[in-house]
């Protein structure tokens, strides 16, 4: 949720004298649009994620070949795993899912990443991407907070933990700490 929109509904959303039920309303239809919003966000940033993950499988040439191949395919299926119960959260918000390539295209934070078929060079990539994505789940988390939509918060969090997961793993591969 933007600063400017927080700003204005704050008196809302704090413990001030009771704010009329039209305008608890209204606010809680902002804000849950917002996490809608943020939402679709990041479903543009994880299937950008996944497709990366994907080629990234597809077209790694190693000596160590076997193993970045399995690694990069488990990466890609976990995240696609993802996508289903991502778009599920935003419909039980009222709002539809993105579907089209280019609403992706024009929603993403990550942009193409890099071309190359090293594995190593390709482990960097996911893993800066990767951040990317721990930022916009961090965002939507926060917009489900103030949304006090728990059950989002808790499969975000799920999310966060994963990719976190990932991090950990794609910095073990490239020998870092």
């Known amino acids: 949720m933007s600063e400017d929109l927080r700003d204005k509904y704050k008196h809302l959303l704090a413990d001030s004298p009771a704010p009329s039920t039209d305008d608890l309303v209204e606010a809680n239809e902002i804000i849950e649009g917002s996490l809608a919003h943020e939402l679709a966000k990041l479903m543009a940033d994880v299937v950008s994620f996944y497709f990366r993950a994907h080629g ?3 077209n790694v ?5 076997t193993e970045w191949h399995a690694f990069f395919g488990e990466v890609a299926a976990d995240v696609y795993d993802s996508l289903d119960p ?3 959260n935003i419909r ?3 709002h539809f899912a993105p579907t089209r390539f280019g609403q992706f295209v024009v929603m993403r ?5 890099v071309d190359h078929s090293d594995g190593l060079m390709l482990a960097r990539d996911l893993l800066d991407a990767n951040g990317i994505v721990i930022n916009c789940i961090n965002e939507a988390f926060h917009a489900a907070e103030m949304a006090n939509e728990q059950g989002t918060m ?3 969090a799920g999310r966060d933990d ?4 990932w991090s ?9 700490a």
């Open 56 to 58: 990234a499988h597809w």
């Open 61 to 65: 040439v190693s000596p160590n070949f």
């Open 86 to 88: 991502l778009a599920e």
């Open 92 to 94: 039980k918000l009222g």
């Open 109 to 113: 934070e990550l942009d193409d990443g």
């Open 154 to 156: 808790d499969f975000l």
């Open 162 to 165: 994963m990719h976190k997961k």
């Open 168 to 176: 950990w793993q794609l910095r073990s591969h490239l020998g870092m």
